[in-house]
């Protein structure tokens, strides 16, 4: 069998709001019209650049993750390679995400939801 990769879903409270968080990261369209997905309240999706399908469904009882505690697994991450650590930074935090670890030679951080994230720097620094 052969599996084609159509999506990575997350769960979270507020669907267009994690959308929108991970456009000003990503770039793309949010909820771009899809035959294959109905927009509502509970869903949204995020059409990126890259080609990738990202979206998002609500979840009446989320429980976020808290990084590194294994009580609240972070269940999965992104990683993102950028060019600039310091100028990302600053736009993960405009864009409303969080702090978690500067220490490891790249940078983890929460979204609004409180995903963990990455910033790997750019392979030629």
């Known amino acids: 069998m052969t599996a084609e990769l159509e999506c990575v879903v997350l769960d979270c409270p507020d669907p267009r709001e994690l959308a929108e968080f991970y456009q000003g990261l990503l770039g793309g369209k ?25 979206a998002f469904q609500r979840v009446a009882t989320y429980r976020r993750p808290r990084w590194p505690a294994p009580e609240h697994p972070q269940q999965f991450h992104f990683d993102f390679r950028v060019v600039d650590l310091d100028v990302a930074e600053r ?13 490891r030679g ?16 750019n392979r030629s620094t």
């Open 30 to 54: 949010v909820n771009q019209v899809d035959p294959r997905w109905n927009i509502d309240d509970d869903w949204a999706t995020l059409h990126t650049p890259a080609g990738f399908v990202l």
């Open 91 to 103: 736009q993960v935090l405009t864009l409303g995400g969080t702090v978690l670890d500067r220490d």
């Open 106 to 121: 790249w940078r983890v951080y929460a979204d609004p939801a409180g995903h963990p994230f990455c910033l790997l720097p």
